[in-house]
C-alpha cells in the first residue's frame, strides 16, 4: 500500500547548525507535501509545504525540497534555535483525494 | 475560540465503559477527520467526513463508530474499547475539495484499562 518513510527517527543539533530530514513516498500520484511540527504536548501545526510543480521552497529559515522523479522530499532547518526541538511529519496526499500519508516522525533536539 | 477544539483532554475507562469524543471547527471547513497517534508510530488515519458524509473508513474496527451531524461537529463513539486502543485521538478539519492543509485540534488522550 501507500507509505511515506522518514529518516531519521530522532536528530540532535547544536544550536546554530542546520538539520535535515528525509522523506521518501511510494504513491507516484501524490502532488501535495505538507510538513507539520508538533511540541511536546501539543496539536501537529503545519509549518511549510510544496506542491509537484515546485522543486524548492523557502520560508525564512526552513526549506522543503522535492525530486519527483526519486520521490523524495526533505526539510531543511538552518539556524537552528532551542524551540526548534519538536517532533517533525512529514506527508503526502493528492489533490482531490482525503487521504494523507504521514510519516512515523522525527524527533528533533536543539542542545543550547 | 477560534480553530478546532476537542474534548475531554483526557480520558480514562474500562473496557466495558462506552464513551464519546467530540470535534468542533470554527474556521468553515467542510472535511473533517479522525486520527489515531501512537508512541512511535505514523499518525493513522480513521474516518473522514466531507459534506457531512463519510468518504474514508481505514478498516477501523466497529468498536469505533464516527457521527458527523453537521460540518462543525464530529464526534467518535467508543464502546467496549481494548488496552491497545490507549492513544491520541486527534481531529483535524480542512477544506472538503482537496485533502490539503489540516488544522488539528489538541487531541484526546485516551487510557483503556
Known amino acids: 500500500g501507500e507509505n511515506v518513510e522518514q529518516h531519521p527517527s530522532t536528530l540532535s543539533v547544536q544550536e546554530g547548525d542546520s538539520a535535515v530530514i528525509k522523506c521518501t513516498y511510494s504513491?507516484?500520484?501524490?502532488?501535495?507535501f505538507p510538513w507539520y511540527k508538533q511540541e511536546l504536548g501539543k496539536r501537529p501545526q503545519l509549518i511549510i509545504d510544496?506542491?509537484?510543480?515546485?522543486g524548492e521552497k523557502k520560508d525564512q529559515r526552513i526549506a522543503v525540497t522535492l525530486n519527483k522523479t526519486a520521490k523524495h522530499f526533505s526539510l531543511h532547518i538552518t539556524e537552528t534555535q532551542p524551540e526548534d526541538s519538536a517532533v517533525y511529519f512529514c506527508a503526502a496526499s493528492t489533490t482531490g483525494g482525503f487521504k494523507t500519508i504521514f510519516g512515523a516522525g522525527t524527533r528533533l533536539f536543539v542542545k543550547a | 475560540e477560534t480553530g478546532v477544539t476537542q474534548t475531554p483532554r483526557h480520558l480514562v475507562m474500562g473496557m466495558t465503559n462506552k464513551k464519546s469524543l467530540k470535534c468542533e471547527q470554527h474556521l468553515g471547513h467542510n472535511a473533517m477527520y479522525w486520527y489515531k497517534q501512537s508512541a512511535k508510530k505514523p499518525l493513522e488515519l480513521m474516518f473522514v467526513?466531507?459534506?457531512?458524509?463519510?468518504?474514508e473508513n481505514n478498516s477501523v474496527p466497529s468498536r469505533f463508530s464516527p457521527e458527523c451531524p453537521n460540518s462543525s461537529h464530529l464526534f467518535l463513539h467508543l464502546h467496549t474499547l481494548q488496552p491497545e486502543d490507549s492513544a491520541l485521538y486527534l481531529c483535524?478539519?480542512?477544506?472538503?475539495?482537496?485533502?490539503?492543509?489540516?488544522?488539528f485540534g489538541s487531541g484526546t488522550q485516551l487510557s483503556v484499562l
Open positions: 510544496i506542491r509537484s510543480n515546485v
Open positions: 467526513y466531507s459534506l457531512e458524509e463519510r468518504v
Open positions: 483535524a478539519s480542512s477544506q472538503a475539495r482537496g485533502h490539503e492543509k489540516l488544522f
Open positions: 504513491d507516484s500520484a501524490s502532488n501535495y
